[in-house]
Nanobody, 122 residues
């Protein structure tokens, strides 16, 4: 019954920006850490960013650090991923996930969305 729904993906040129959103239902959102993963065609799913229950602690992969920002609005049950200075290698399906701790969402996660496609043209 837990549902995570991503939105905001699309086609953008190199150097452009996108803001992804993930809205959760069926769970007490403020009790969960949230994270983002991505998966390019033929590649393994990789960690992108995570945020704690309070939003005060964040973790980023080295490949996106300084370009992406994760944030959350607990009143709206939503986590965001602001993506700036996009590169073609950022092209992937981006997935939102939820778990009981930030360590959990950086690894396995407990609940996952269906993903949203991000395509960055060269």
């Amino acid at each position: 019954q837990v549902q995570l729904v991503e939105s905001g993906g699309g086609l953008v040129q190199t150097g452009g920006s996108l803001r992804l959103s993930c809205t959760a239902s069926g769970l007490t959102f403020s009790n969960y850490a949230m994270g983002w993963f991505r998966q390019a065609p033929g590649k393994e799913r990789e960690f992108v960013a995570a945020i704690s229950w309070t939003g005060l602690h964040t973790v980023y992969s080295d490949s996106v650090k300084g370009r992406f920002t994760i944030s959350r609005d607990n009143a709206k049950n939503t986590v965001f991923l602001q993506m700036n200075s996009l590169k073609p290698e950022d092209t992937a399906v981006y997935y939102c996930n939820a778990g009981p701790s930030i360590a959990r969402v950086t690894t396995k996660g407990d609940y996952w969305g269906q993903g949203t496609q991000v395509t960055v043209s060269s």
